[in-house]
């Protein structure tokens, strides 16, 4: 065995209290073992210096511990189990927490169970109150959409969790720079314009994104919604916009770029009268 492979694996050996743990007993003490020999096999510096972070072998343990009287020894093995895939990120996001995590994790895609535990590990307090508040769906939107996906959920709450499965990345990231106009909207308001985005999504995002005064008020936010479908299309049918771009060469950039202003300033406007007549009666 090359040197630098040896020696991170004399670091993991001292790090710990090996006497206590083989007077452990139970489910914790054998999984605290078998953790500590699966961390040694990666034999890496990295894994060394994360593990002397987090408490060495004696801070294994107790999460173990902590975990066998949380969920018994079935939540021990599926931590264990993470651990000896995942590594020490596995761990540091279950640390405080492991009745929370753990089976949190458990039900994401595979595909996305590594960067679950990498959310978590880089804010494990905050994500560990997020999961239990808003549930799994905020680690799914976490680990679906690393960077943007929890502050949405942090924003939106559960409503921008089940956005968010919905959405590519780049969604994602038009939402996140429209989240606080939208958490700031009345319930009403802000729960239909996140519904009208799981169906017309990239449309949406777009207009808003482009039309940002729409989201000033409740009341441009109804009017937007009372006319979304003739904007925007509905069914795989083209909006007026759609139509209208789909005759390029029928107008001039500047001539269209006004028409189409115009039109959508007109049509929000006739929506909001409408909407204060009826109120009105």
């Known amino acids: 065995m090359k040197i630098q492979h040896l ?3 004399c670091a993991l050996a001292l790090l710990g209290v090996p006497s206590a743990v083989h007077a452990q007993a139970g489910a914790a003490g054998r999984a605290a073992l078998e953790v500590m020999e699966q961390l040694a096999k990666r034999g890496t510096t990295t894994a060394t210096r994360e593990l002397t972070e987090l408490g060495g072998e004696v801070a294994v343990r107790e999460l173990l511990q902590q975990a066998e009287k949380e969920g018994g020894e ?3 093995k599926s931590l264990s189990d993470q651990a000896a895939k995942f590594g020490i990120v596995a761990l540091q996001a279950a640390k405080g927490a492991p009745h929370i995590v753990v089976p949190a994790v458990e039900k994401l895609p595979k595909e996305l169970m590594e960067n679950g535990l990498r959310a978590i590990a880089h804010e494990p307090v905050a994500m560990q109150k997020l999961i239990s508040e808003t549930g799994q769906e905020a680690l799914e939107a976490a680990a679906r959409h690393p960077g943007v996906g929890a502050d ?7 409503e921008g969790a089940e956005t968010l ?12 720079r429209s989240a606080s106009e ?8 802000r729960s239909s314009l996140l519904a009208a985005m799981k169906t017309n999504t990239a449309k949406v995002l777009t207009f808003l994104e482009k039309h940002p005064k729409t989201l000033l008020t409740a009341a441009a936010v109804t009017a937007f ?4 479908d ?3 299309g509905t069914n795989g049918a083209p909006g007026f916009i759609e139509r209208v771009l789909g005759e390029p060469l029928r107008w001039g950039g500047f001539a269209l770029a006004g028409i189409l202003f115009l039109w959508g300033a007109m049509r929000l406007t006739f929506a909001y009268r409408g909407l ?6």
């Open 74 to 76: 079935a939540l021990v």
């Open 276 to 281: 204060r007549k009826k109120a009105a009666r």
């Open 152 to 158: 949405i959920v942090k924003t939106l709450g559960k």
């Open 230 to 232: 003739e904007l925007l």
């Open 182 to 189: 939208i958490a700031a909207l009345p319930i009403a308001q």
């Open 7 to 9: 020696l991170p694996l």
């Open 225 to 228: 919604l009372a006319s979304k």
């Open 165 to 176: 499965a919905k959405l590519s990345d780049d969604a994602a990231l038009q939402l996140a």
